[in-house]
């Protein structure tokens, strides 16, 4: 069995999907959940269930939009595709996501030498 | 802004939501067919692909129901469920929801009538602009009646220049009696009932004119036309809502009266200052015309400045007061007012009484409020017993206990809200009802009516109730073992043992609360036979009572002699002709009519005593010789004489009381006060011809003050009240009485026949009315109880007809069975009897200043109280017991 999978947190599904549409183009919520899958080499546990609730949500802000089509092997499917208001969202998304990134890896390296550096 | 827009959607998603499921459906539908075309296509077996697919997929039930959550509003969309199948529930079982509604309508209805009631009275602000500026000028209370509370016009001028905390002051004529105005349209006069006012009174209260104008200053002053305000409700009666009434002309107490304006219907004078009489039409009062000697005339009202509390209000008053001169030609009487001038809030004045009341009844409704939540919470366990294994089922598959308590609540408010709207539909009915019961003499009450408050209250205890007897039976169902209760096969079972306490529980407490209800009701029940049988100091019955008009002005009459024969000439022909009348026993003549208005002049004391500093004077009545008789009080000593005229010799009656008072001070023989002068502060002696019985002058169930009475040929009545006493019913007198008026005065106003019974039934019309609401409330309370019991003890007997049955085939008798089920009830009762006199002889303070006559232990109505809740309880639990006794061994022994 592989390592126990990360849980993922509040918001990042959101993102990732917004990502995953910029990349990819248009794509249907199956296609969307393995590019997830696959881009994280099955390292986040990942119910594909879920990402219906999160491609719903996203519609509503008007950050996707989505209408029916016909997948490679000729399945009827709903497809996505990003809007502009999504790219400006996933733009400001990505980098909120690297000054988190950023915090964390400096209070994660924190040494003991920054101790009692205040008098 | 998005998140607007995204609320917009989620609300068009909820209502779109049946077609944006099925989109989901062929989404996921899609999903899994791609996942399992990429397993097979990895060379996996079709089963295994699609089980594969249907793991990663993680659950397609949580996925829609994560996808609903996010997209539109799944609480509501339950709710919806839920209500749809509570009312499929509901209407599948209809006695029971008939049952349910019903005894919610009748709580819930009775809770919002008396709300109301509480509203009107004591919760919201009189129906004036800014009414929390308006206060009351009056003494602390006393026991001359009204002449005490009331100022002269010279205290008043003083009053209002001399203080700086009003914004004004004002005040209306306290002794118009009804029926003083008569208007004269050319047929027989018609009788009306004026007030009149000081000419601010309406700036002051803030009321404006529907049509027309309100008083000025110019209306009162001395020479001033004649004009007067017509209420909203005469203008609609009597002048068929004339659009064109103002600026007309009418002969009002034959003067020419222009009508300057039209009140509007929110202004309701009785309502307010008069509770139970009807006004008519308001008139300025002319402070500088002859009300100026008149004396003690004047009520207060003033309305403070902004800011000014009523502390300082009242410190301001008390200042003032002895500046203030009863007369100001009499320099002696300044200062007579010191500690008689204290403001207290309008509101207070108007319903401060009643507060003990409307708490005692509003409990009371609170009472019968939890009897109906205890009672719902029983049937509701009753059915809860034949539903648990359907709530088992359901928990079985998968709901969680939350979402049972869920849809048991919204089974609960369902109910709730039909009894809701039941009773809020018998309380407009109610509120309507009171409304219009013009002869109750509690104020405010034509102002009664369902308002926003009402409604939210109505919502208040709707969720309170459907929370209070939602809660024990869905907490009971939905914490019920799932096992246990899918194993339990059904009526025979012993699994409910706790079941049952809780509901014995519920109906102790349910008997326990009738109690409480039965003895408040009892105890005000004997209060009110009490002041029924009240020694009035008159004899009510056969007896009635009829406003005379008459002219005695005589012109250029110095002393008023001439004025005097004259009145005593019209009235010894009224009075031979009524009592010649065929059935006529007595008639007399008197000025005011006791429990109704009176009014003082002074202390008269024996002569040559030195007086005691004693502000408050005996009661003032002119009378005519045979008004005692006329009313059924008894004289010691001889009644008024025709002969005892304005030339001879001064005379009086006056009460027991009073009678009692002087003869401490006086060195009577006996001290007996027939025959012997009194000083009259300078005027000539009175002298004592007779002693008479108390008389209750304003109210029947106070103490009777002090009385005097003078012969209305000796000292100038204050209009005439003719009382006939009769053989028979008085009513019946009333045509051919009037008949022989109108021939002496084709004057005479078709003035109303009171029967003195009637005044009687005004004076208690307060008492009763609380009597009677708490009485229906207590009967309501026993008959829920009832239901309860009777409720509780053949669910029993339903449950246990096998035991029984096994009972019975062993030999049993039916008598034994009986006599043991009874013994249960009597049990149950006989605990909530014992808690319910318990609670009650704890509480009985509350209505002690409620009862008269009457001990608020009194053991009498405790004990018939206590028995006839028991006797009710044996008869609800007779039924089922009787039932059970009936039980066929063999046949309860098959049913299972």
């Known amino acids: ?119 | 802004m998005s998140e607007t827009l995204r609320l917009l959607k989620r609300i068009w998603a909820f209502i779109r939501r049946r077609p944006l499921d099925a989109d989901l459906e062929a989404e996921l539908a899609a999903h899994l067919q791609m996942a399992i075309d990429d397993n097979i296509a990895r060379g996996l077996s079709p089963s295994e692909a699609r089980r594969i697919a249907l793991i990663s997929i993680g659950g397609m039930e949580q996925a829609r129901y994560r996808h609903r959550e996010v997209r539109g509003f799944m609480n509501l969309d339950i709710l919806l469920q839920d209500l749809k199948y509570t009312l499929r529930k509901l209407w599948r079982d209809p006695s029971f929801t008939v049952v349910a509604g019903l005894i919610l309508a009748l709580a819930i209805g009775a809770n919002i009538a008396v709300f109301s009631v509480v509203n009107t009275l004591l919760l919201r602000p009189l129906p004036f602009h800014n009414a929390q500026e308006l206060v009351w000028i009056a003494p602390p209370p006393t026991k001359c009646g009204l002449s005490c509370a009331t100022y002269s016009t010279d205290a008043y001028d003083e009053f209002r220049a001399g203080t700086r905390s009003y914004q004004d002051v004002t005040g209306y004529f306290a002794f118009s009696s009804a029926g003083n105005l008569s208007l004269n349209l050319g047929g027989a006069p018609i009788p009306a009932t004026s007030i009149d006012v000081i000419q601010n009174f309406f700036q002051l209260l803030g009321v404006h004119a529907q049509m027309g104008r309100v008083f000025t200053p110019d209306d009162a002053r001395n020479g001033a036309a004649p004009v007067v305000l017509l209420t909203h409700a005469w203008w609609k009666r009597q002048f068929n809502a004339d659009p064109n009434i103002v600026g007309k002309t009418f002969d009002m107490n034959g003067q020419q009266t222009t009508v300057i304006g039209v009140l509007p219907a929110s202004f309701d004078f009785g309502a307010v200052f008069a509770p139970g009489t009807k006004v008519d039409a308001i008139t300025p009062l002319n402070l500088y015309g002859p009300p100026r000697d008149w004396g003690n005339i004047i009520t207060m009202i003033g309305r403070m400045k902004p800011g000014v509390t009523l502390g300082q209000a009242v410190e301001e008053a008390a200042r003032v007061a002895p500046h203030m001169c009863w007369n100001n030609k009499h320099p002696e009487t300044c200062g007579d007012y010191k500690g008689a001038v204290v403001p207290v809030p309008l509101k207070d004045y108007i319903s401060g009484k009643l507060r003990r009341s409307l708490v005692v009844l509003w409990c009371a409704v609170g009472a019968i409020l939890l009897i109906a939540c205890v009672n719902l919470s029983n049937l509701l366990l009753a059915r809860a017993a034949s539903r648990a294994k359907e709530f088992a089922m359901r928990g079985a598959l998968g709901a969680s206990r939350g979402r049972i308590v869920r849809q048991l609540l919204t089974e609960s408010l369902v109910l709730s809200a039909i009894g809701a709207i039941l009773g809020f539909m018998l309380a407009a009915v109610l509120v309507q009802w009171l409304a219009h019961q013009g002869a109750i003499a509690l104020p405010l009450l034509s102002t009664l009516h369902l308002d926003g408050a009402a409604l939210g209250w109505t919502v208040l205890i709707a969720v309170f109730a459907a929370t209070i007897f939602g809660l024990v039976p869905g907490l009971r169902m939905a914490g019920g073992n799932v096992y246990e209760s899918l194993k339990d096969a059904g009526p025979g079972a012993t699994a409910s043992r706790k079941h049952e306490r809780i509901r014995s529980v519920l109906v102790v407490t349910e008997v326990a609360l009738a109690c409480m209800l039965l003895v408040g009701a009892g105890l005000l029940l004997r209060s009110f036979m009490n002041v029924l049988n009240v020694d009035l100091g008159f004899e009510p019955d056969r007896a009635a009572a009829i406003k005379v008009d008459y002219d005695a002005n005589v012109p250029n009459d110095k002393d008023g002699s001439l004025s005097a024969q004259k009145l005593s000439v019209i009235f010894q022909q009224i009075l031979s002709r009524v009592s010649a009348l065929p059935g006529v026993e007595a008639a007399g003549v008197v000025d005011y009519l006791p429990l109704g208005q009176n009014r003082a002049w002074g202390l008269p004391f024996p002569k040559g005593v030195k007086r005691p500093k004693i502000d408050t004077g005996p009661l003032v009545y002119v009378i005519s010789p045979g008004y005692m008789r006329a009313m059924g009080t008894s004289i010691r000593g001889r009644d008024f004489a025709w002969s005892d005229g304005p030339k001879s010799e001064q005379v009086v009656m006056i009460n027991k009381s009073f009678a009692k008072f002087l003869a401490g001070y006086a060195d009577w023989p006996n001290g007996d006060a027939v025959g012997h002068p009194l000083a009259n502060g300078g005027g000539p002696d009175l002298h004592i011809v007779g002693v008479v019985d108390d008389v209750h002058e304003e109210n029947v169930d106070g103490e009777a003050g002090w009385q005097i009475y003078y012969p209305m040929t000796q000292a100038s009545p204050n209009g005439a009240e003719l009382v006939v006493r009769t053989r028979m019913q008085p009513s019946a007198f009333a045509g051919s009485v009037l008949a022989t008026l109108r021939e002496m005065n084709p004057k005479q106003p078709a003035a109303e026949f009171k029967p003195i019974r009637m005044l009687v039934a005004h004076a208690v019309s307060g008492r009763q009315f609380f009597m009677l609401l708490v009485v229906s409330f207590a009967t309501l309370g026993l008959l829920l109880a009832a239901l309860g019991i009777y409720g509780v003890i053949s669910y029993t007997v339903t449950r246990q007809t096998q035991e029984i049955g096994i009972r019975m085939a062993l030999g049993a008798s039916a008598g034994h069975v009986r006599r043991q089920i009874l013994t249960a009830t009597l049990r149950l009762a006989l605990i909530g009897v014992v808690l319910g006199v318990g609670a009650s002889i704890a509480g009985a303070r509350l209505i002690a200043a409620l009862l008269f006559g009457t001990s608020p232990w009194d053991v009498a109505t405790y004990g018939s109280m206590a028995m006839l809740l028991l006797l009710i309880a044996a008869l609800s639990g007779y039924i089922p017991a009787f039932r059970a006794s009936r039980i066929n061994p063999t046949v309860a022994l098959r049913t299972n």
């Open chain 1, 1 to 119: 069995m592989s390592p126990e999978k990360l849980d993922l947190l509040q918001g990042t599904l959101d993102l990732m999907v917004l990502q995953t549409l910029t990349v990819m183009g248009s794509m249907h919520g199956y296609g969307i959940a393995r590019r997830i899958e696959q881009v994280s080499a099955d390292e986040v546990l990942l119910n594909q269930g879920t990402i219906y609730a999160s491609l719903v949500r996203l519609e509503q802000r008007g950050w996707i939009s989505s209408n029916w089509g016909t997948s490679d092997n000729n399945r009827k499917a709903k497809f996505y595709s990003i809007t502009a208001a999504g790219r400006r969202q996933l733009v400001a998304d990505a980098r909120h996501w690297e000054r988190l990134k950023d915090v964390m890896e400096r209070v994660l390296t924190m040494d003991d030498s920054a101790e009692g550096a205040d008098a």
